[in-house]
Each structure stands twice: as structure tokens, then as C-alpha cells.
Nanobody, 115 residues
């Protein structure tokens, strides 16, 4: 199983980025897909999730209204569209594939928001 994130980078405050996460080696539509992030010196925190069973989405309060998670089943990919980025969004963003029996993590992609 591989979970690979991409799309991170350096962006100015107020700008946008779209992260991608492609999962292989698993049955993609049987996994809830989630994004987490970890800023320097802080614990990893939940950002957003997309539930495979019914397509429900959930967001951390800090990103509601600015971030959108979506899934492309044909591409085995989940996206995180991030708009109106803030300095406090700077972190390594991790993708997580979760099922009843197991979960898998990607290696992370760095997002840096500058003033």
C-alpha cells in the first residue's frame, strides 16, 4: 500500500493551494480519507475527512469555510483545496487512509504560508 501526497509549497497569505493524495494497493472506495497537519513543535491535528460510505465531509473549525476535501474515485485520489491561507496553516500535511481494520499514512507534504 502506498499513500503519496503532493502539491505543497510556498504561498503568500491569502493565497490558495491544492493538495493531492493518491492511494494505491488498497480498495480506495472502502477507505475514509483524511488530512492531518503538524506544525513545528505541535502535535499532529485533524484537518478534514471524507467518509467513503456516504460521502460526508468533516472539517476542523480552524479551516471551515476555507478548505474543501473531495475525492476522485476513478483516480484513487483525494484533494484538499485550501483557500485564503493563513500563516497558522503552515505545517506538514499528511494524508491518512482509514478502514475498519487498518490505516495508512503518507510521508507528508510541506505547506508554508508567508506574510
Amino acid at each position: 500500500v502506498q499513500v503519496v501526497e503532493s502539491g505543497g509549497g510556498l504561498v503568500q497569505a491569502g493565497g490558495s493551494l491544492r493538495l493531492s493524495c493518491t492511494a494505491s494497493g488498497l480498495t480506495f472506495n472502502q477507505y475514509t480519507m483524511a488530512w492531518f497537519r503538524q506544525a513545528p513543535g505541535k502535535e499532529r491535528e485533524f484537518v478534514a475527512s471524507h467518509v467513503h460510505k456516504d460521502g460526508s465531509t468533516y472539517y476542523a473549525d480552524s479551516v471551515k469555510g476555507r478548505f474543501t476535501i473531495s475525492r476522485d474515485i476513478a483516480k484513487n485520489t483525494v484533494y484538499l483545496q485550501m483557500n485564503n491561507l493563513k500563516l497558522e496553516d503552515t505545517a506538514v500535511y499528511y494524508c491518512n487512509a482509514i478502514s475498519t481494520y487498518d490505516d495508512y499514512w503518507g510521508q507528508g507534504t510541506q505547506v508554508t504560508v508567508s506574510s
